[in-house]
């Protein structure tokens, strides 16, 4: 068997290991031709050590030298490189077939947007990317044949539930995108105020990195699935709902015009979701057990509480409002997420500061690519702007 070649950026992080633990279950499978973090060094030799890519790649370039020092200290002949024009190359290089895009944040977009153009496969976990250039980085995959496999685990249900064809997707009544409803469901504005980043971040179903563990806390992480929704698979946001399922068992639906409900299952591992953009159209072992749904005993299903939780009402307004909105949501919530993180705002000024944010910038449209950055970098310059005047200001 020919083995698929894999650059994986964003290995330190939660999706990345996650992908490292079922492709070292395969070795006979996949083979690694990159790896790359931001600036953990340290755990990008050990990973270098464990599965000998042809190259690393810190994004940070700070960190060159030390990444360096290390692959040889390891007696490894991992080649070291530094900086996004090197995450970017080794989204396009020769020698590797699929990009896994799990790096966090806006500044996955351009080493996707390079895998887009170089028509490789691309497990996308980068939702990010997505959201903030969506319409582009659509139009580069179809103009290069490039494949996008969603790896987020709604979407990965919903493209489980779809027929494979795109022309028989005439039947598709609406998807339907389950929500945890993350660690405050239920909770009143009131008791939201004074929430810390520590109980932020203790999901009760997914371990994941910080900033998308505040997301699903909001319910903004189901905006951005929204928007990322939207352009995976060419709906029109009325045909995209949300239903809260707190055990995150069922991933995701697709409702037919016929009266069908098709979904996907299984426990709340992002293992599952990766093996199956691996080794799509096969299937793979992925480490993950069955569910036993007699003990599960029950599934719960409730609507999302868009009051105490504005956040994924903001990002149907963004889509609705095209162009750069979503662009600007997402960067203004980069700006409120970290601040929340670092001790300078509270959890119900990340809403203010997004709803602030939009209102002070006018929709552009989002027709290139520099359209697109600037209007994230104007969204971050205002949103740091504003921050200090709103922190604290938001009332129950
Ligand atoms: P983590 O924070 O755990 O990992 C992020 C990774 O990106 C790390 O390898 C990190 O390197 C790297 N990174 C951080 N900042 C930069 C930067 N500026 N430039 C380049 N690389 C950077 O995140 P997750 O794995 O949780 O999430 C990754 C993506 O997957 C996100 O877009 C998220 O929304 C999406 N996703 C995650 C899910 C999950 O279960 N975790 C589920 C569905 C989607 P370093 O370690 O050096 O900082
Ligand atoms: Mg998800």
Redesign the pocket.
């Not at 299937?283 to 599960?296: E, Y």
């Given at each position: 068997m020919t083995r698929q070649r894999l650059a994986i950026l964003?290995?330190?992080?939660?999706?990345?290991s996650s992908t490292l633990d079922v492709v070292a279950r395969h070795p006979d499978r996949f083979e690694l031709t990159t790896l790359?973090?931001?600036?953990?060094v340290d755990?990008l030799v050990a990973l270098c050590r464990r599965f000998r890519p042809a190259r690393a790649v810190v994004?940070d370039p700070a960190a060159y030298a030390a990444l360096r020092d290390g692959l040889a200290d390891a007696g490894l002949d991992t080649e070291a490189h530094a900086g996004p024009e090197a995450?970017e190359a080794a989204a396009e290089a020769a020698d590797t077939d699929t990009v896994v895009a799990?790096?966090?944040?806006a500044?996955?977009m351009s080493s996707t947007l390079a895998a887009a153009r170089a028509g490789k496969r691309i497990l996308l976990?980068?939702?990010?990317s997505v959201v903030l250039a969506g319409d582009l980085l659509m139009r580069e995959i179809r103009a290069h044949g490039a494949r996008v496999l969603p790896v987020?685990?709604e979407h990965n249900a919903i493209f489980q539930c779809l027929p494979g064809d795109p022309a028989q997707r005439g039947g598709v009544r609406r998807v339907l995108l389950t929500a945890s409803g993350g660690p405050f469901r239920g909770f009143t504005r009131a008791q939201l105020a004074g929430v810390t980043p520590e109980q932020a971040c203790a999901h009760p179903n997914?371990s994941?990195?910080?900033?998308?563990s505040v997301d699903s806390a909001t319910l903004m992480n189901k905006g951005l699935e929204v928007i990322e929704a939207h352009w995976l698979f060419g709906l029109d946001r009325a045909r995209i709902d949300v239903v809260v399922h707190p055990q995150s068992i069922v991933h995701s639906l697709v409702d037919y015009v016929d009266g069908s409900m098709l979904a996907q299952l299984g426990q709340p591992d992002?293992r599952t979701a990766l093996a199956y953009g691996l080794a799509w159209p096969e299937r793979i072992d992925s480490g993950v057990g069955t569910l036993d749904l007699a003990a599960l005993g029950r599934l719960d299903f409730e609507a999302p509480d868009h009051a105490t939780f504005p956040c994924l009402g903001l990002a149907y307004a963004a889509l609705a409002a095209g162009g750069t909105a979503p662009a600007v949501l997402n960067a203004a919530n980069e700006v409120a997420v970290s601040a929340f993180l670092q001790g300078r705002a509270g959890f119900l000024d990340i809403p203010a500061l997004l709803q602030a944010t939009l209102d002070a910038l006018e929709t552009h449209p989002a027709d290139s690519l520099d359209a697109t950055l600037a209007a994230d970098a104007e969204a971050r310059r205002v949103a740091g702007a504003l921050l200090p005047r709103l922190a604290g200001q938001a009332r129950p």
């Amino acid at each position: 068997m020919t083995r698929q070649r894999l650059a994986i950026l964003g290995a330190t992080g939660s999706i990345g290991s996650s992908t490292l633990d079922v492709v070292a279950r395969h070795p006979d499978r996949f083979e690694l031709t990159t790896l790359s973090a931001h600036s953990q060094v340290d755990a990008l030799v050990a990973l270098c050590r464990r599965f000998r890519p042809a190259r690393a790649v810190v994004s940070d370039p700070a960190a060159y030298a030390a990444l360096r020092d290390g692959l040889a200290d390891a007696g490894l002949d991992t080649e070291a490189h530094a900086g996004p024009e090197a995450l970017e190359a080794a989204a396009e290089a020769a020698d590797t077939d699929t990009v896994v895009a799990a790096i966090v944040g806006a500044a996955g977009m351009s080493s996707t947007l390079a895998a887009a153009r170089a028509g490789k496969r691309i497990l996308l976990a980068n939702k990010e990317s997505v959201v903030l250039a969506g319409d582009l980085l659509m139009r580069e995959i179809r103009a290069h044949g490039a494949r996008v496999l969603p790896v987020d685990s709604e979407h990965n249900a919903i493209f489980q539930c779809l027929p494979g064809d795109p022309a028989q997707r005439g039947g598709v009544r609406r998807v339907l995108l389950t929500a945890s409803g993350g660690p405050f469901r239920g909770f009143t504005r009131a008791q939201l105020a004074g929430v810390t980043p520590e109980q932020a971040c203790a999901h009760p179903n997914w371990s994941m990195g910080r900033k998308i563990s505040v997301d699903s806390a909001t319910l903004m992480n189901k905006g951005l699935e929204v928007i990322e929704a939207h352009w995976l698979f060419g709906l029109d946001r009325a045909r995209i709902d949300v239903v809260v399922h707190p055990q995150s068992i069922v991933h995701s639906l697709v409702d037919y015009v016929d009266g069908s409900m098709l979904a996907q299952l299984g426990q709340p591992d992002m293992r599952t979701a990766l093996a199956y953009g691996l080794a799509w159209p096969e299937r793979i072992d992925s480490g993950v057990g069955t569910l036993d749904l007699a003990a599960l005993g029950r599934l719960d299903f409730e609507a999302p509480d868009h009051a105490t939780f504005p956040c994924l009402g903001l990002a149907y307004a963004a889509l609705a409002a095209g162009g750069t909105a979503p662009a600007v949501l997402n960067a203004a919530n980069e700006v409120a997420v970290s601040a929340f993180l670092q001790g300078r705002a509270g959890f119900l000024d990340i809403p203010a500061l997004l709803q602030a944010t939009l209102d002070a910038l006018e929709t552009h449209p989002a027709d290139s690519l520099d359209a697109t950055l600037a209007a994230d970098a104007e969204a971050r310059r205002v949103a740091g702007a504003l921050l200090p005047r709103l922190a604290g200001q938001a009332r129950p």
